[in-house]
């Protein structure tokens, strides 16, 4: 929740701001109880939220957020239990809404008025139904339970709210409605320690801490009051000591720059905005359902048992009410799934229709989601994806998406995907095996439509997803996915090796300047290469580098030149998108072929799009990896190959939907 506003190298080092830790001592004796591993597979439910978001008739007839009450959450339980708990889904989460003020201790206390029993008693009667009881909380302290610092802290002599945030009463979280704790305080721990004991003695299972930053759209380098790090790491050593397990994830739009330390103090993180439209409907797909395929990239690694990348609710029960075509939701479905994504439902359970409970309840679709592997694109450079995963059980799982928004083909090629020779398909969401497939699975979809695959090789695995990431006048940098067993790797460019590797990327030196290179890679116990990468190299003295605020550069409507300190140049082109362009003019290449172009972006969102128009006819796509803080000076870079023409060449830069990244330079 919060209120709707609307894969990258870091150029320059940026400090992690972080608030002091409490003295060593604060924790000393403290051993935490053990138990078996929180969090170990996504964890599968229903949440509130998305009902209390929505305008939908009937929904919430006292006002927006009226839906969350007592009476509505156990209805939702009880419907949980009967339609979805046999296939998994445990977790029942109160959302924002719940609170009103807090104890004589500062704690949160429920809203008398919607939980007339308390949270304990709610709490009570989800365990008896077999599932589990999440909360909601924020990070911060709490404006209304400051009082004028006066208020004790529980089961801590001497500790008052002034003891534990700054003089200044400095403003912290997401909506600026909490002041900053200060962390160097001994007594701001036992703070967070009385709060989850609270929680645990309610019987909690989940947490989720809203507005948390870096994130949120807040908390660059140069914004320390809404880097809540140290917050996250305190509230993580009193979910542990607190008696009980309980997950504890963050939200909203985290930044992936401090993934380190979301992974090592917490059981997942939303990557994105919320899902919901605040609309007629639950959500819409132009409205933040689609983003989740450019947001996610960049923390694909970072998920694993543990610790999970939240995608946000899954609203796909209840068309009329979802706002989604089939197709959409179909693809919502295998999305979230194939990204091992939490499989949390935000829909009015007890009208789950008829498509809706089969997309939920798909077990093929679950397995999916529940092996902890994530997907990974193997293309973004256009509107029709493939994503992939390559599983434990030898099987690939593939998904085909067209994101475009009229019908088309999407072909995923089966050496791309490292699938050599034949290979037996399961099309998961048709009930239907077909035997000795070779080439491809390919797909006529319609707008925003989906396939999702299951394909088990005849033959080995080959290395996957060959990709060249850098390239000078006589360097070529590879990285690919792993074959079967292979311990080595052998590199070979136009037939030729010319390197090994033990490792899954390698740098080739020794190439000459201006020359096209075919790529493949073999591992020691492959009998065939990889798919193909053809590159060439640049000229001599390495890639030529085009300033984007150039005076050769073509600006239209309000795209202009701003000052970018960590900038080359020390200046960028913002305000691009809609009817905004710039066109880079002059990018000059000796030879008609494919080159790799690296840009250099600042992007303080979760991610933005572009179009690369080359020569005013061939489109491609490229994502910008966001920073998610509102940092818009610290550039990063991506890359994506291009087809030149010798000669001069003009790459326009456009989103005829949206604003996208600043640009800085590109290479080529």
């Known amino acids: 929740m919060h209120l709707r506003r609307r894969t990258s190298l870091l150029l320059a080092a940026v400090a992690l701001v972080t608030a002091a ?55 939702q339980a009880r419907a949980l239990a009967t339609k979805l708990k046999p296939y998994g889904y445990e977790y029942v989460n109160v959302d924002a809404g719940w609170q009103d003020g807090g104890d004589e201790y500062g704690r949160p206390v429920a809203m008398a008025k919607r939980f007339p029993r308390g949270m304990k008693a709610v709490g009570d009667d989800i365990h008896k ?73 309610w019987g909690v299972d989940f947490i989720k801490m ?38 504890y994830t963050l939200s909203w739009s985290l930044s992936h720059r401090y993934a380190d330390v979301w992974k090592a103090n917490s059981n997942g993180w939303r990557i994105d905005t919320d899902v919901e439209c605040y609309c007629d409907t639950i959500v819409k797909w132009d409205s933040s359902v689609k983003a989740r395929w450019w947001d996610v990239t960049q923390w694909i690694d970072d998920a694993g048992p543990g610790h999970w990348n939240n995608l946000d609710a899954l609203d796909v029960g209840v068309g009329a009410m979802d706002g989604l075509t089939d197709a959409e939701r179909q693809s ?68 085909l998406f067209n994101l475009a928004d009229s019908p088309a ?55 996957a997803d060959l990709t060249a990431t850098d390239v000078g006048s006589t360097t070529v940098s590879l990285s690919w996915r792993p074959s079967t067993g292979a311990s080595s790797y052998q590199v070979f460019a136009n037939g030729k090796q010319v390197a090994t590797s033990s490792g899954t990327r390698v740098l080739v030196s020794g190439l000459e300047p201006q020359t096209q290179y075919s790529f493949t890679v073999r591992g020691n116990h492959d009998t065939r290469a990889s798919a193909p990468v053809t590159m060439l190299t640049s000229a001599s003295g390495g890639p030529v580098r085009y300033e984007a605020e150039a005076p050769t550069s073509t600006r239209t409507g309000d795209a202009s030149v701003s000052g970018c300190t960590l900038c080359s140049g020390g200046a960028k082109i913002g305000n691009i998108g809609y009817g905004s362009t710039v066109t880079l003019n002059g990018v000059t290449v000796p030879k008609t072929g494919t080159y790799l172009v690296k840009i250099a972006y600042t992007d303080g969102d979760t991610s933005r799009q572009s179009m690369l128009t080359v020569n ?31 000669g001069s060449n003009s790459i326009k830069v456009s989103n005829p939907n949206g604003y996208i990244a600043d640009i800085d330079w590109i290479t080529v």
Not at 41 to 60: A, I, R
Not at 440 to 458: E, F, Q, R, T
């Open 21 to 75: 830790a409490a003295p060593a001592d604060a924790f000393q004796d403290r051993q935490p109880p053990t138990y078996p591993q929180v969090a170990a597979k996504p964890y599968m439910g229903w949440s509130s939220w998305s009902l209390q978001s929505t305008n939908y008739p009937g929904v919430n007839p006292d006002g927006p957020g009226s839906f969350i009450s007592e009476q509505n959450i156990l209805t």
């Open 409 to 463: 083909t999407v072909t995923g090629d089966f050496a791309q995907l490292g699938i050599d020779g034949k290979a037996n398909v399961r099309d998961i969401w048709a009930d239907r095996n077909t035997q000795n497939v070779s080439g491809s699975v390919s797909a006529d979809l319609p707008a925003h439509g989906s396939k999702l695959y299951k394909i088990w090789p005849n033959g080995r695995h080959i290395p």
């Open 616 to 646: 005013g006819s061939d489109n491609y796509w490229v994502n910008y990896s966001g920073l998610g803080d509102n940092d818009w000076g610290t550039p990063q870079v991506t890359y994506l190959p291009l087809k030149l023409t010798a």
């Open 210 to 247: 809203d507005g948390v930053g870096p994130g949120s759209w807040k908390g660059a380098p140069d914004d320390p009051n809404h880097n809540n790090t140290a917050d996250v790491e305190a509230w993580w050593r009193a979910v542990q000591n607190a008696g009980r397990p309980m997950q």
């Open 332 to 399: 919502y479905m295998t999305f979230w799934a194939i990204n091992s994504a939490p499989l949390f439902a935000g829909d009015d359970l007890t009208k789950l229709d008829a498509y809706g409970l089969k997309l939920l309840t798909n077990r093929e679709v679950i397995a999916i989601d529940q092996s902890g592997t994530p997907a990974r694109p193997l293309n973004q450079d256009q509107l029709q994806q493939v994503w992939y995963a390559q599983n434990t059980d030898g099987s690939t799982t593939v998904a």
């Open 129 to 201: 139904l077999g599932l589990k009881f999440g909360i909601y909380t924020t990070v911060g302290l709490g404006t209304d339970v400051y009082r004028d610092g006066n208020t004790p802290i529980y089961d801590a002599p001497g500790c008052f709210t002034r003891n534990i945030v700054y003089p200044d009463l400095r403003k912290t979280n997401g909506w600026d409605a909490a002041y900053k704790i200060d962390y160097a305080s001994p007594c701001a721990q036992k703070y967070a320690d009385s709060i989850a004991k609270l929680f645990a003695s």
